[in-house]
């Protein structure tokens, strides 16, 4: 494999031009410069910069480890040993899982990271191995060239510098951005689960103790779930994942409806009662979504430029992480000529829409009456809870030989719904009527 040489008019000409420097972007930049080709990456953005998305996966660290990053973000982390289910609707009131008891006990933790350092740190990463980032420099258009000559990538810093370069291969890891998709028209709103959220950050929030502080809590409430998540400075992500038609009955100014909704949810408001709001509340509306194809002849969606769905399992930065490793492998194939184009991004795409699929499942059925009862109330009876904790930590990916057992948990789920059906078919309705948005809203 050799870099191409050549010149565009006003700019450079690389072998991958990389749309956005998230997690994604930055670590597909790193395993593609570390390769040998010539990589930009474009970051709209100055890091560091706040993101929301701050709890990771036990499958998170095997990645972290291959990228080198793995001690750095050690320093930045604080480590989440489990989840724990808050439910109003249950005696048992709350049920905590622990990452060591799933099948594999390899991966018995993960992290919470405030998303400012995180990011930097891959994007810098990045850097160390080769790749040339332009950050504050904003993509504003692409041009595919006939055959195989690649792309055209039009830039704009905000300098107002505009600059055009030439790549033999895109990646758009631009996040729900969704560059390319907007562009093509080919991001579709999730039918099946749609959502909007409203957070913010808080100090001196009420913690659990011990090696429980670090664990992401999950609150069930009639309008949807809050996350409740830990951070390493003393400061906690406080989130509310709600139905559309909740945001749309907002009468009051974000920051009161906010605070209205986290006096819906007792459990959550008295852990928040000493505490203070150190930041602006933020919302963003009707997120789930995917896109019709996942890539083109010279290109390809990682992460959420392809899709996203919901952040109860704060699967969004391993998803695009992992998503991030097999584009590189296929892009790799494609411009050493180790495989045909084709053949590369249709093993890319079964491996991009793996995760999310196992995922929607339970993502899917997370505020269904059965499945709260069977979260609530574990079993591990033809090992479904030790599979289902694989799920949990994002454990999909490898050779853990959880399928079976999650057939049999899947099983159990059904035999409840219909041993239950008249709380089954009045909640499906009312999920029905919940979902129902503006026709193409997104």
């Known amino acids: 494999m050799a870099a191409q040489d050549s010149e565009t008019a006003n700019g450079q000409t690389w072998d991958v031009a990389i749309i956005g420097g998230g997690p994604g972007g930055s670590t597909a930049a790193t395993l593609l410069a570390r390769q040998g080709?010539?990589?930009?990456?474009?970051?709209?953005?100055?890091?560091?910069?706040?993101?929301?998305?701050?709890?990771?996966?036990?499958?998170?660290?095997?990645?972290?480890?291959?990228?080198?990053?793995a001690g750095e973000i050690r320093a930045i982390g604080m480590e989440k040993w489990g989840a724990e289910f808050v439910s109003p609707w249950h005696r048992e009131g709350r049920q905590a899982f622990a990452f060591a008891e799933a099948w594999n006990k390899t991966l018995p933790h993960a992290y919470q990271v405030q998303r400012a350092?995180?990011?930097?740190?891959?994007?810098?990463?990045?850097?160390?191995?080769?790749?040339?980032a332009y950050e504050g420099c904003r993509v504003t258009d692409v041009t595919f060239l006939p055959g195989t000559q690649g792309v055209l990538v039009d830039s704009r810093q905000d300098d107002g510098t505009?600059?055009?370069?030439?790549?033999?291969?895109?990646?758009?890891?631009?996040?729900?951005?969704t560059f390319l998709a907007n562009r093509a028209r080919s991001k579709r709103r999730n039918p099946r689960h749609n959502s909007a959220a409203m957070f913010a950050h808080f100090r001196n929030a009420r913690r659990h103790t011990g090696r429980e502080e670090g664990n992401i809590s999950i609150f069930w409430f009639d309008d949807g779930w809050f996350w409740f998540i830990p951070l390493p400075d003393g400061v906690t992500s406080v989130g509310a994942v709600v139905w559309p038609y909740y945001m749309k009955r907002r009468?009051?100014?974000?920051?009161?409806?906010?605070?209205?909704?986290?006096?819906?949810?007792?459990?959550?408001?008295?852990?928040?009662?000493?505490?203070?709001r150190v930041t602006d509340v933020e919302a963003t509306g009707n997120f789930s979504y995917q896109c019709t194809h996942s890539h083109g002849p010279n290109y390809l969606l990682l992460g959420d430029a392809f899709a996203f769905i919901d952040p109860v399992f704060s699967s969004g930065v391993m998803l695009a992480m992992q998503s991030?490793?097999?584009?590189?492998?296929?892009v790799d194939a494609i411009l050493s000529e180790r495989q045909s184009a084709r053949a590369a991004l249709r093993a890319y795409d079964r491996s991009l829409r793996h995760g999310p699929r196992h995922f929607a499942w339970f993502i899917y059925r997370i505020n269904q009456p059965s499945m709260r009862d069977l979260f609530m109330r574990p079993s591990n009876r033809f090992r479904a809870?030790?599979?289902?904790?694989?799920?949990?930590?994002?454990?999909?990916?490898?050779?853990?030989?959880?399928?079976?057992?999650?057939?049999?948990?899947?099983?159990?789920?059904?035999?409840?719904?219909?041993?239950?059906?008249?709380?089954?078919?009045?909640?499906?309705?009312?999920?029905?009527?919940?979902?129902?948005?503006?026709?193409?809203?997104?």
Request: hydrophobic residues 45%; proline residues 5%.
């Open 37 to 69: 080709y010539r990589v930009a990456l474009f970051e709209k953005a100055r890091h560091p910069r706040f993101h929301i998305g701050e709890s990771l996966l036990p499958a998170n660290l095997p990645l972290f480890e291959e990228l080198g990053v």
């Open 117 to 132: 350092p995180f990011d930097e740190i891959l994007f810098r990463n990045a850097v160390r191995h080769g790749a040339t």
């Open 162 to 177: 505009v600059a055009q370069h030439q790549a033999r291969f895109l990646i758009d890891a631009s996040g729900r951005d």
């Open 251 to 276: 009468d009051k100014p974000v920051t009161d409806y906010f605070l209205e909704t986290i006096g819906k949810c007792p459990a959550l408001a008295e852990r928040l009662r000493d505490a203070t």
């Open 324 to 330: 991030a490793f097999a584009a590189s492998t296929a």
């Open 385 to 442: 809870k030790e599979a289902l904790l694989s799920v949990l930590a994002g454990d999909i990916f490898g050779d853990t030989p959880i399928w079976k057992s999650l057939r049999a948990f899947k099983l159990v789920y059904y035999i409840h719904v219909w041993s239950h059906a008249p709380r089954s078919l009045r909640a499906w309705f009312g999920r029905r009527r919940a979902i129902r948005v503006t026709a193409g809203e997104v």
